[in-house]
């Protein structure tokens, strides 16, 4: 399984954010580079970003610090936030970005959304799905998480599969930056039906053991944050997780 660090970026700074909430920041560095650097040294091959300013506002106020961390790393950089345009997806793919993340727009435009599929490749958008289970339900939440789609998880998934979609995201919103462990049932339900999609468990890890159970499950990846910035998930235990997936 691959684990994959994930940073917010807002005003420059690296943060986290409790379950998307905007007036819920937790400061971290403000030298993202440095934090990034240390991440470098887990044995990790990919980094997850998230640019607050950009899902805020639309602004790309980080660009040049994301330019600097695809520039001075050798790691696999996916990034989301703001990204609302086929121009934007161009631009980024440009300045270093290996994947870029498509949350809300994949389900409010998705004829938009399946064209830049097929023009950029399936290996550089990754579908990012929010989900918020309802009497059982995983349906799809967009705009921050504010607003529930009528379309269950699976539907959307049916759907981009028939285009080609290879990379998904999920977050189970409940748990994100929760620390109340992952959602493994929703991945491995996910897994059972798509078992060819290479899925991006995201929410909730805790410690190394949240890890391993994904692992077990045959997760193929999964995205780890607070974890790491508080220190709950040690440079030594990712190193050893990773030599021993």
Not at 202 to 223: F, H, Q, T, W, Y
Request: aromatic fraction near 6%; charged fraction near 20%; proline fraction near 3%.
């Amino acid at each position: 399984m691959n684990v994959i660090p994930a940073i917010d970026l807002k005003d420059g700074k690296c943060v986290r954010l409790l379950k998307g909430d905007f007036d819920k920041v937790t400061e971290y560095s403000n030298d993202p580079v440095a934090v990034v650097q240390m991440y470098a040294d887990f044995s990790t091959t990919d980094l997850h970003i998230v640019d607050l300013d950009g899902a805020q506002t639309g602004t790309q106020y980080n660009r040049d610090v994301i330019s600097q961390i695809a520039r001075e790393t050798d790691l696999t950089v996916q990034l989301g936030g703001g990204i609302r345009d086929q121009a934007t997806v161009a631009g980024w793919l440009d300045s270093g970005a290996t994947r870029c993340v498509i949350g809300s727009l994949a389900i409010t435009e998705p004829d938009a959304v399946k064209s830049w599929i097929v023009q950029f490749g399936s290996e550089h958008i990754v579908l990012a799905l929010d989900v918020q289970v309802e009497d059982g339900v995983p349906f799809v939440t967009t705009h921050g998480w504010t607003t529930s789609s009528t379309a269950s998880v699976f539907e959307c998934l049916e759907d981009y599969l028939a285009i080609g979609l290879k990379h998904v995201l999920c977050t189970d919103v409940s748990r994100d930056g929760a620390m109340a462990g992952p959602n493994v049932s929703l991945y491995r339900q996910i897994m059972d039906r798509f078992p060819d999609i290479q899925l991006q468990a995201s929410g909730g890890v805790r410690d190394i053991a949240d890890l391993a159970e994904l692992r077990n499950n045959k997760i193929p990846a999964a995205i780890t944050g607070r974890a790491l910035l508080d220190g709950r998930i040690t440079p030594e235990e990712m190193v050893s997780f990773q030599q021993n997936a």
